[in-house]
């Protein structure tokens, strides 16, 4: 049974997995607690909110986690609002989300996003990987964007990665 079959989902961007090689380069600087939208196979944390397991991350608290989040972008909409909710108002001290770049253009980026926090597009194209196979997928026509959500006390910024290579 494929991955596809097992999550019941038809849109393979909601279950490509994390290139290791960006999850390591983030981890090492903010030190994850936790992956937010995983499933007991792909999880890149010691501990993660595993649909399959029964946890949904879009359910349960956040307070306290350094939450890495690889949504499924068909949701992206309740990823975006609920890491929102848990960094201003949960005790959640970062979460950094991986979206398509075309995100930016959405009401709810404008909304949610957009002056709140900061934002990191990165140069080039992530290629995410196939969940049966684990080998680099060409899909990603939209580009890459990570977005802080952290408390800031100064006005957020965007950054153009210029020194992150990207996969």
Known sequence: MSKREQ????????????????????????KFSVDAACSSVNK??????????????????????????????????DWIKKASNEVMENGCPLCVMILPTNSMSSSIWHD?????????ILNGRVQFL????GKATSGNNSGTTLV????????????????????
């Open 44 to 77: 890149l944390c010691g501990k993660g909110f595993c649909l399959d397991l029964g946890i949904n991350g879009l359910e349960v608290s956040w307070r306290g986690e350094y939450v890495f989040c690889n949504p499924p972008f068909s949701k992206k909409i």
């Open 148 to 167: 802080y959500f952290i408390k800031k006390i100064g006005k957020p910024s965007k950054i153009v990665n210029k020194g992150l290579e990207v996969l």
């Open 130 to 133: 196939d969940p049966d196979e």
């Open 7 to 30: 999550f019941g989902t038809e849109n393979g961007c909601d279950i490509m997995r994390t290139p290791k090689e960006l999850f390591s380069k983030l981890d090492y600087i903010y």
């Open 112 to 120: 949610a996003i957009y002056g709140r926090f900061n934002y990191e």
